[in-house]
């Protein structure tokens, strides 16, 4: 019976295309904590797996499939339209005497300043009646969020929350626990990939680079003389007949020396100085072992 050496781990690996899905975290390296994006939230690697689950049941229990699924271009046009959830929130108002942009006094950013001490506008343009001669011009309303309109300072401002309620309420079977959502969380369908329509079926046909997961079984070295800065070395092997041997490689000092044709077994280095560790090696075609046992000599 002969002896193989087993590597299943050819070099270079997948040369052909395999499909495979981006970790959250690495659990090999030296992490101690995960950035949910849904929750925008770091937290320890022990409490990422129970928020995990905890957002996928929060999730189906949302029954998104019972809502109309609309686009966000979609629901901006209903939103223009006047067909949106506020049909009838107003939140501006304009008259031939009286204009006001913002009258629920939401907070306002990214707005110019127009000066009234000029003759251009008069005291009462300003919609709030505030002690100022400035006026704001353009700028985005941010809808959570109500200030005083002539101060800035916020009165008031509305957060998503995390709403937690017993999993009996939603019939969920099991030991009764809080199931919490946080109402700003946009629900989701789960996605399962069931083809792999980036990768190949075929084998990739005539590439070149290509090595066996096999390796032959190194040599075992043996040291038969010495004499001054000279060394006669030999070695035993056992051949097979699936990765018959081709030759050898000698190393010194982990570069290789000579080459010696099979069936040869033995060798002569001379010119040695100073420390040196042998090594040799067998080969079938391009294919090489690992290292034998070593040989250290010294002058």
């Keep these: 019976m002969t002896n193989l050496t087993l590597i299943y781990n050819p070099n270079p690996a997948r040369v052909w295309s395999r499909v495979q899905n981006l970790c959250t975290y690495d659990i090999s390296s030296n992490y101690t904590s995960v950035y949910v994006p849904l929750n ?71 707005y110019s300043i127009l000066d009234l001490s000029n003759n251009t506008f008069s005291t009462s343009s300003n919609p709030f009646g505030c002690p100022s001669n400035e006026v704001q011009d353009g700028g985005n309303l941010i809808c959570n969020t109500v200030v005083q309109p002539c101060t800035g300072e916020i009165i008031k401002q509305t957060i998503s929350q995390r709403l937690c309620n017993p999993t009996s309420d939603s019939d969920v079977p099991g030991t009764i626990q809080d199931l919490c959502w946080n109402d700003g969380i946009q629900t989701w369908y789960p996605r399962q990939r069931y083809t792999m329509n980036n990768s190949g079926s075929k084998w990739p046909q005539g590439y070149k680079d290509f090595v066996s997961a096999e390796t032959p079984v190194p040599p075992y070295l043996i040291l038969d003389s010495s004499k001054n800065t000279s060394i006669t070395l030999s070695w035993t092997f056992v051949n097979n007949d699936c990765l018959p041997f081709s030759s050898f490689n000698i190393y010194q000092n982990n570069i290789v020396i000579q080459n010696i044709l099979f069936p040869t077994s033995s060798t002569t280095i001379n010119n040695l100085t100073g420390t040196n560790t042998l090594n040799v090696t067998s080969l079938s075609t391009t294919i090489e072992s690992t290292f034998s046992n070593s040989i250290n000599y010294t002058i």
Excluded: F
């Design 40 to 110: 925008k939230q770091t937290m320890p690697l022990s409490q990422y797996d129970y928020e995990k689950k905890l957002l996928v049941k929060g999730n189906i229990l949302q029954y998104k499939k019972n809502s109309s699924n609309l686009t966000k271009n979609q629901r901006y046009t209903q939103i223009v339209k006047g067909l949106w959830t506020n049909r009838t929130k107003t939140w501006a108002t304009q008259s031939d005497t009286y204009s006001n942009p913002n009258t629920t006094s939401l907070l306002r950013v990214n």
